[in-house]
């Protein structure tokens, strides 16, 4: 069965910090995806990346970056240098290939101090 | 923006009374899901839907039912609204494993 743990439920760092924010999923497929989404406070759900299990590669986009390790089951979100505006709450999330459906974890809230 | 709307944004009912909330999109995309977002326990998956008259249940299906009769509208109700049932509802859509699209929510709260 498949299975995302996001074990922190909620962080809080102050502002320009770096802040890694931790999933480890389970799944019995060699094939799968995985995803992490931004709740804001206004409440809107926002895709921010989804990878493929045979991509391991560590994937940076501006302040984010990703960390994918098959061999932990983790996919690991960082921020650097944190800014007030990325205080939201973070889910991860995994799909099976085959399978229609998302699996999400319980997220992790993240407060960022000005 | 992915064309999905949800109606109604908000909504207040009493124990008993049945609910239907509506998700509508405009993309075409053959997958269409409803979540519920508590407190503590994240998205929960409630029912999908794979294509018209095509539907399945999630993990927290329980006194949820479900229709699509058409590609655009997925509907989700409530047979008998409790006060479990008092919720955030996400709806999204999906073309393929390329991820979710999530519509603005509706806030329901039974009294």
């Known amino acids: 069965a498949q299975k995302v743990t996001q074990a922190q439920t909620e962080i809080s760092v102050v502002e320009k910090e770096d802040v890694t924010l931790d999933c480890v999923y389970e799944?019995?497929?060699?094939?799968?995806?995985l995803f992490w989404y931004k709740q804001p406070p206004s409440g809107e759900l926002v895709f921010l990346i989804r990878?493929?299990?045979?991509?391991?590669q560590n994937e940076i986009s501006g302040r984010y970056s990703w960390n994918f390790q098959k061999s932990t089951s983790s996919f690991n979100f960082t921020i650097t240098a944190s800014q007030v505006v990325d205080s939201a709450v973070y889910f991860c999330?995994?799909?099976?290939?085959?399978?229609?459906?998302?699996?999400f974890g319980k997220g992790t809230r993240l407060h960022i101090l000005p | 923006d992915a064309g999905i709307t949800q109606s109604p944004r908000h909504k207040v009912t009493e124990t008993g009374t049945p609910v239907t909330l509506r998700c509508h999109q405009t993309?075409?995309?053959?997958?269409m899901y409803w979540y519920r977002q508590d407190p503590g326990h994240g998205l929960r998956l409630i029912h999908y839907?794979?294509?018209?008259?095509?539907?399945d249940k999630g993990e927290v299906s329980d006194g949820y039912s479900v229709s699509r009769s058409k590609t655009e509208d997925f509907l989700l109700t409530l047979e008998s609204a409790t006060s479990s049932q008092t919720s955030v509802y996400f709806c999204?859509?999906?073309?393929?494993?390329?991820?979710?699209?999530f519509g603005s929510g509706t806030r329901l709260t039974v009294v």
């Open positions: 999204a859509i999906s073309e393929a494993q390329n991820g979710y699209t």
């Open positions: 799944t019995r497929d060699t094939t799968y995806y």
């Open positions: 990878r493929n299990s045979f991509d391991e």
């Open positions: 999330a995994l799909s099976e290939a085959g399978d229609d459906k998302i699996i």
């Open positions: 993309e075409n995309h053959r997958y």
């Open positions: 839907s794979y294509g018209v008259k095509d539907t």
